[in-house]
């Protein structure tokens, strides 16, 4: 059994900060991308951000230069530090995490999860 667990979610001003963290625990073998995703009311999911094992990252035009996404391969946890925050920014947060339970079995998993909001 494999749990991702997010914090850091909340309310902010615009211009504001937030720093998002998900943990993943449970039966681990390795955890290979990690991502962020994001789903505003009546908009459909988007990656926000996703990062490999080995750091390589990647992010949506629209949070490049302002979210900076990173990883602890030691705490299995993953980071969204979040600057410059728009109100179009206010979303459901969710991380995903391609995690191998074993040598030879590899499964998507997501989190629960964490509300940011952004107001104007």
């Known amino acids: 059994q494999v749990q991702l667990v997010e914090s850091g979610g909340g309310l902010v001003q615009a211009g504001g900060s937030l720093r998002l963290s998900c943990a993943a625990s449970?039966?681990?073998?390795?955890?290979?991308?990690m991502g962020w995703y994001r789903q505003a009311p009546g908009k459909q999911r988007e990656l926000v951000a996703a990062?490999?094992?080995?750091?390589?990252?990647t992010y949506a035009d629209s949070v490049k230069g302002r979210f900076t996404i990173s990883r602890d391969n030691v705490k299995n946890t993953l980071y969204l530090q979040m600057n410059s925050l728009k109100p179009e920014d206010t979303a459901v947060y969710s991380c995903n995490a391609r995690i191998k339970t074993t040598p030879l079995r590899e499964y998507d998993y997501w989190g629960q999860g964490t509300q940011v909001t952004v107001s104007s």
């Open positions: 449970g039966s681990i073998f390795i955890i290979n991308t």
């Open positions: 990062i490999t094992r080995d750091g390589t990252t």
